[in-house]
């Protein structure tokens, strides 16, 4: 079997959303000290809807995948589905990853969740 599914491999060659959304409302950037991965989440909201995702991942295959594969999930969904989002639903959503590379996914959760605290900060609206 291969390793990653034509998914995870249609995400990393042809990423969708990459880039910096120069006015975002809220950013949010992790890492993993192990692997040294890092990924920038920028959002774009209007009426608590998520109007426009980008992001930069200077990481494995899989930490691009999931980060692709994320924006495509949130983008244009309600703040509180956003909130909702797990690595799960991504990595699910990419028909699997390998166990050893589900921290890969985990990485596109905390960077959207941190992006919408940066929202909360800012703005001083409850997400
Ligand atoms: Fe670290 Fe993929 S190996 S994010």
């Known amino acids: 079997m291969a390793l990653y599914s034509e998914k995870v491999m249609d995400h990393f060659r042809n990423p969708r959303n990459v880039g910096v959304i120069e006015d975002a409302d809220g950013i949010g950037e992790v890492g993993n000290a192990k692997c040294g991965d890092i990924m ?8 608590d809807v998520v109007k426009d995702v980008k ?3 200077f990481g494995c295959a899989s ?24 690595n799960k639903a ?4 990419l028909d699997g990853l390998p166990d050893y590379k ?3 996914s985990v990485l596109a959760e905390e960077a959207i969740q941190s992006a919408l605290e940066d929202y909360s900060r800012k703005t001083g609206k409850q997400v």
């Open 40 to 47: 920038r989440m920028y959002l774009k909201i209007e009426d």
């Open 55 to 57: 992001f930069e991942t």
């Open 63 to 86: 930490a691009i995948a999931s980060s692709s594969m994320a924006t495509e999930l949130i983008k244009g969904q309600p703040l509180s589905e956003v909130r909702q989002l797990t």
């Open 90 to 93: 991504v990595a699910e959503a």
């Open 102 to 104: 589900m921290h890969c």
